[in-house]
């Protein structure tokens, strides 16, 4: 490399493509990929000691994973995944089974198995470190087992897009992707017809549409029908940089299942049309 | 940049197995052996594979940050945290890049596996974003992971013995044994662990070449050697490889898929007992790696010769054979002498 500061995201330096324009949330076009795995941990953020998981990876996760395909570093991706630039569909592929996995780690909580050293009056920095001797803690953690999920991904960023589009294209990742936590390694397939599709916007003045993805803000979408059943989870949908943290900005209810597509009452949705399929994009 | 940095991926294999034994017990479950209650496939832990590398690093003298519960703390001032206490400006950058070096150097399996650290300035924030700078916030993130394990066969468990007598004490000042500790163990299980070497968030804790090199050793050597307690005898190395990509940013992902148990080659699960029960098909893990040879540099490789293997329908040998099969698909491999070459990446005498 010989521009230091082409960074990582821009494997083709010289390629020049047309990102996807958004109309009402919906894109003229999309990426699309299938994420597997043998494990999956998204942590419900309102959880502590158990560490419960969603079945469905937030869109901030989503776009954590794509931005370790790009190789764009922590807190430096959140603009490129604003709801207003960008727009994600979800699907899940396959049953979404969990199974809990206590561990024995090092404690985490400063209070307790913390060891410090350092200055504790006047200048200087005390640090703080998990005292690796100390006895260990049990964390709970709720795993999904064979997680897959199909992605349809839309940012109007044209060096995230071509980046993105190339590394899904080459089967390549600058960071390794992985599902949740570091180690449950995630693995990325591609459509045979191709990794960027045209997005027809469905309309949404029909009483009833049937979507194929995961239906986001379906508190007030969803139709329930006889027989078919339907999680819904409240996921975090945005952040942004908070000092030395992030936080989260937004919140969506997803509605999702692993049998037959859903019924949604159109109203309020981004619904487009991707290779037959009605994507809710949000 | 020196000529050690890491450039290549790696995507490594490590397949184990465990006779009458218990490779992970669940401390939620009465230690009984960690399995999947629906498909009776056993699980062994990231933590578990990482508990016993980090204690082979150990056993060779290299610095270790997460010790053994009980270890003594010695090393603490070793690994240069104490160091830090004495650093009271901000200018003195260098001198806290240093120390993070030194910690770095000192500290091999943070290296690989990375850890969490956290810093409190008392006044001076510029002090703390320097020293948080330095160190990367205190996160970091393992270049090497490793994902737990699923057994390839069903497992059942041994159904002798379920309580036992200690007649050895369990702490140091207590005289009497234990009561009452179950001591449940797998008959036969064989676990195909899959792991990633990042190329780029090697730089982050500095793991180097010679690390990522090291890891062809120590992955054999730790489960011979540090699998001596009473319920984890029994486990025993079969089949190492990493494949190590020319292509940059290119791995397969699932390599580990590649490898079944050879249904018509090996006893009914329920009657699996021992290594010679079973036979490993590779013929995936063979056509994939020949399917995509234009990225793979080269395979390195150790197989155990009590592991037979087959490819395509047909015995081919065993696990130690199974660079003849790769070569013969176009794939370049090296056979890894693991007693041969590990001491030449113990830690140098000083």
Redesign the interface.
Known sequence: MTNANAG?MD?APDRSEAPPELTDGVPDSCLVCTV????AHFRRIDRTVTKQTYRLPPRTTVAGLLAAIV?VGRDEYYDVFDPAVSAVGIEAVGDL?T????????G?N?KET???????????????????????Q?H?YE?I?DPAYRLYIAVEDEAFHTALKH?LE???????P?LGL???????ETPESGVEHDVTAVSTDDETVTVDSAIPEAVETIIPSAGASHHVERLPAAMEADG?NRRTTEFTDYAFTDEDALKASGDGLSLGEVDGRTIAFY | MTDNTVENRSEIVFITDAQDCNPNGNPLGENRPRKDPITDQAVVTDVRLKRYLRDQLDADDHGVFIKKTGDESEVRARLALDVLGDIDDADAIEEIEDIRDDFLDAATDVRYFGATLSFNADTDDDLLDAVAEAFDGGNYTGPVQFSPARSLNAVEENEESNTLTSVIATQDDKKTGGFDLDDNRLKYAIFPFHGLVDENGASDTKLTRTDVERLDTLCWRAMKNQTISRSKMGQEPRLYVRVEYATNGYHVGDLHNGFDLDAERSKPEPELRNVTDATLDVTKFVNRLASVNDHVETVHFVGDEYLDVSYNGEQYGTAADLDTLLEDHGVPTREIEVYNEFEQTLPADE
Do not use: C
């Open positions: 990582a494997p597997r795995g043998d494990w190789g089974r199974m809990t996995q206590p561990s024995l780690g090092v985490t400063p913390f060891g410090t050293v350092g200055k504790t009056r006047g200048k200087g920095i005390s640090v703080s470190f998990p005292d690796t001797t100390d006895n260990r049990i709970s795993y087992v590394h080459r089967g390549t990742s600058h960071y390794p992985s570091s180690e449950l390694l995630a693995r990325v030395r």
